[in-house]
């Protein structure tokens, strides 16, 4: 079996006003016990890995570049992570089941999605920080945390986001959208972190692009075991990846706009720059739970 690791996420409170954040006491989910809970036995070697951690090669965003895209934390007994995730609708947030289930049935302390940052550690007035509570998160029902499956979850705030040029929900694709998207440019974004020599993660938002593969091609590099018709991949060609602290956020291609076809899930435990695909959970695939468990409607 190819070693790998899930791409890490990272999680904290809010309240319906401006919340402070102390983003010194946030830190990568790699160092939470239960992010390795969430792998087989044979990858516990792995724990004292640190690989590269960051949307690898890329460049920083313009401010407004991905209205979509959330810096979201959450709130686990063992401390505060960080991920990504995307504005569904002005009720709901759209990420991976790994940043909000600290196992295989513990949801989040609660926490806050930070909406419209360009840089989240600032008090910016583009950015709305919402809360959310234990009861809004609903993870996918098949959701395992040891096998990857099913990593999506959809979150419920505690008050509507206000659309603004700076903050806009994600376009999904279609019902009758039946396309794997392969070859087509992918691109990524994110907060993760910054560089393989420190622990920081980005305060900006940071994006790189790379074509998105077959699924074909992605278990060529994989296996089928873990790249499944639920997943599709990015091409690490060029060591152009999600990485550390991208968990949950969008993988998006152009067409006729932004349309979001993935989640980050997981990555190659060797590091993200290696040139190994980062894999998503496929959007399309989920379109059923999202319409389900919130208020969006996908288009026929």
Known sequence: MKSFALLVVLLAVASAEW????????????????????????????????????????????????????????????????????????NYILTAAHCVVSGATTLANGGTAIMGAQNRNVNEPEQQRIAFSTGGIIPHPQYSPTNIRNDVAVVRLNSPIT????????????????????????????????????????????????????????????????????NVCMSGADGRSACNGDSGGPLAVQDGGSLQIGIVSFGSAAGCSIGMPSVYARVSFFLDFIENNSDYSAAA
């Open 163 to 230: 659309f603004t040029p700076r903050i806009q929900p994600a376009r999904l694709p279609a019902r009758s959208d039946t396309r794997q998207f392969g070859g087509m440019m992918g691109t990524v974004s994110g907060f993760g972190r910054t560089s393989d020599a420190s622990t920081a993660t980005s305060a900006v938002v940071m994006f790189t692009t790379n074509p998105v593969m077959t699924n074909a091609d992605c278990i060529a590099s994989w296996n089928t075991v873990l790249i499944q018709p639920q």
């Open 19 to 90: 919340i402070d954040i102390d983003w010194s006491q946030v830190r990568p989910i790699e160092e939470f016990d239960h992010y390795w809970a969430r792998l087989p036995a044979e990858l516990q070697i792995y724990r004292n890995v640190r690989p590269s951690g960051r949307i690898t090669n890329g460049q920083v965003a313009t401010p407004g570049q991905f209205p979509y895209q959330i810096a979201l934390l959450s709130q686990f007994g063992a401390g505060t992570g960080l991920c990504g995730g995307s504005v569904l609708t002005n």
